[in-house]
């Protein structure tokens, strides 16, 4: 579809996927890039990476046309080097969307709908979780964290409802989140609201925004001239800050073109996948070299 048009991958490049997650876009650019291409898939996720990576190997190309590494894709200019690729990638894409299989398990934490741990870290080996977060943050604290990472409306109420609570397990927090809202909310604007509250925490919980503003930065020094990008964000935080990044490579001449507006989701991919309707793409290209 759409990303394959921006990434117009041709044999024998070398393609990276930053977010490798299930391998649905691995499987495109690997089947892409033969013959005599390479794809180096990139995912920080210990559990679910092994998985993924003998998938895509069971489809029988030839083993050194896939690389994998297992690190946050903010290393992608390090990892790049230490594989060879000097020069950079002919093509990288960047699916900002948290895989399905993070959500769907419980033992994970990501997820309203399922009961499990309250956790929500994409690498359970480090960092925080999410019920240590809301435990450690003050209302003020909280409220601001849910009105940067999610736009919540009723970011002040459901704080002053949260912090510094102990919530062990996703259904406490969705339970809390569903009392402390005003009585005359129907089903629907809860689960908005448990799905908003979720989000904020995960975005916080992953420096998602952090590492997202770091791999922008050092992106165009990841592309070989002339190279292409497409990112898909599903929320308007790091849409605009793609957005941005795009914008002022071009004005300083780090990118020959990029796109215009976002690309919205097709209605053929939005019924694949249910939550492409909120998916955003845009793509750039490197200038060639001066």
Not at 206 to 235: I, K, M
Request: glycine content about 8%; some cysteine.
């Amino acid at each position: 579809g759409e990303i394959m048009q921006a990434l117009s991958v041709q044999p024998g490049e070398r393609v990276a996927d930053c977010t490798l997650g299930y391998g649905g876009h691995a499987a495109e650019l690997l089947k892409a890039v033969q013959p005599g291409g390479c794809l180096l898939g990139v995912d920080q996720d210990p559990i679910e990476l092994p998985k993924t990576e003998a998938r895509l190997r069971s489809a029988g190309f030839p083993a050194e046309s896939l690389r994998c590494e297992r690190t946050n894709f903010v290393a992608l200019r390090s990892v790049l080097g230490q594989i060879g690729w000097h020069e950079g990638a002919d093509a990288i894409l960047a699916d900002l969307g948290v895989s399905s299989m993070q959500i769907d398990n419980p033992a994970r934490g990501f997820s309203f709908k399922h009961q499990g741990p309250l956790d929500m870290r994409m690498n359970p080996n480090k960092g925080v979780s999410a019920s240590a977060l809301i435990r450690k943050l003050d209302a003020p604290e909280l409220a601001n964290l849910l009105r940067e990472n999610a736009d919540e409306p009723n970011a002040a109420l459901l704080a002053s409802a949260l912090a510094n609570q102990e919530f062990e397990t996703t259904g406490e927090l969705a339970r809390a989140i569903a009392q402390a809202l005003p009585k005359h909310f129907d089903e629907d604007r809860i689960k908005l609201s448990q799905r908003l509250v979720f989000q904020a925490l995960r975005i916080a919980v992953n420096d998602e925004f952090q590492v997202l503003d770091g791999w922008l930065r050092g992106l165009p020094d990841c592309l070989r001239p002339g190279g292409r990008v497409a990112v898909l964000t599903f929320h308007s935080g790091d849409d605009r800050r793609v957005k941005k990044a795009f914008q002022s490579g071009l004005a300083d001449g780090l990118y020959s073109a990029i796109s215009e507006s976002v690309i919205r989701a097709s209605s053929s991919e939005k019924y694949d996948n249910p939550r492409a309707s909120s998916a955003k793409l845009r793509w750039a290209v490197r200038a060639p070299s001066p």
